[in-house]
C-alpha cells in the first residue's frame, strides 16, 4: 500500500523559507513524477510543482518561479520543497501526490498525503 507523509509545514513571516518533505512508502516510484499542490481557505486546489522521479526533470506554477525548487532524493524516497521569499498569498494546506498521466499541472494524480499547513504572516 502506498503511503504518503508530508511534513515541514509552520508559521513563517512574509520573506522567509520553509522546506517541504514528501515521505513515500509502499513502493519506489522510479517511472513516476510526484507533484506539489496546495488548497487555500474557500480556494481550488491549484498546483504549485512536479518532478520527474527518474531524470529530475521539474515543473512549475508560474506562481512561485524563482521562489520554490522541488528536488527529490531517490535513496530516501523523499521529495522536497523548498519555499524562499514566501509570500502571504502562499498560505495554504500543501499535499504532495504520485503523476499517474496527463499534464503535470492539470493530470490525474493518486496517492495524495494528508496535508502540511503553511502560514506566512505579514
Known amino acids: 500500500q502506498v503511503r504518503l507523509v508530508e511534513s515541514g509545514g509552520g508559521l513563517v513571516q512574509a520573506g522567509g523559507s520553509l522546506r517541504l518533505s514528501c515521505a513515500a512508502s509502499?513502493?519506489?516510484?522510479?517511472?513516476?513524477?510526484m507533484g506539489w499542490f496546495r488548497q487555500a481557505p474557500g480556494k481550488e486546489r491549484e498546483f504549485v510543482a512536479a518532478?520527474?522521479?527518474?531524470?529530475?526533470?521539474?515543473y512549475y506554477a508560474d506562481s512561485v518561479k524563482g521562489r520554490f525548487t522541488i528536488s527529490r532524493d531517490n535513496a530516501k524516497n523523499t521529495v522536497y520543497l523548498q519555499m524562499n521569499s514566501l509570500k502571504s498569498e502562499d498560505t495554504a494546506i500543501y499535499y504532495c501526490?504520485?503523476?499517474?498521466?496527463?499534464?503535470?499541472?492539470?493530470?490525474?494524480?493518486?496517492?495524495w498525503g494528508q496535508g502540511t499547513q503553511v502560514t506566512v504572516s505579514s
Open positions: 518532478i520527474n522521479w527518474s531524470i529530475g526533470r521539474t
Open positions: 501526490a504520485v503523476h499517474r498521466g496527463g499534464r503535470y499541472d492539470t493530470g490525474r494524480y493518486d496517492y
Open positions: 509502499g513502493r519506489t516510484f522510479g517511472s513516476y513524477a
